[in-house]
Nanobody
Framework: QVQLVESGGGLVQAGDSLRLSCAAS????????MGWFRQAPGKEREFVAG???????YYANSVKGRFTISRDNAKNTVDLQMSGLKPEDTAVYYC????????????????WGQGTQVTVSS
């Protein structure tokens, strides 16, 4: 069992930066691939970024070059640094974990945090 808790969301203006953090507890954190997903009202949950257990990173095209995912296995945390935020980035952001390999499919992830709201005003 892995417990995930996100933090760092908030209300920002277009062009601003924001850093989300996800703290994990439970089983060996380094064995898990971590993903950030987001869900806007009326839309399906979508992949944002992922990092596997050997720290290879993956990004959705919509955030590539603006967002950076990183993990600290000593602290059991995974962060999402977001810059150049746009109103279309507004969503609830979720941290998720699955064994070993990153996936862009939400249903492949066994563990989820409660989500943190990010709102970007124009």
């Amino acid at each position: 069992q892995v417990q995930l808790v996100e933090s760092g969301g908030g209300l920002v203006q277009a062009g601003d930066s924001l850093r989300l953090s996800c703290a994990a507890s439970g089983r060996t954190f380094s064995n898990y691939a971590m993903g950030w997903f987001r869900q806007a009202p009326g839309k399906e949950r979508e992949f944002v970024a992922g990092i596997n257990w050997v720290t290879n990173t993956y990004y959705a095209n919509s955030v590539k070059g603006r967002f950076t995912i990183s993990r600290d296995n000593a602290k059991n945390t995974v962060d999402l640094q977001m810059s150049g935020l746009k109103p279309e980035d507004t969503a609830v952001y979720y941290c998720a974990a699955r064994s070993l390999r990153t996936s862009v499919t939400p249903s492949d992830y066994a563990y989820w945090g409660q989500g943190t709201q990010v709102t970007v005003s124009s």
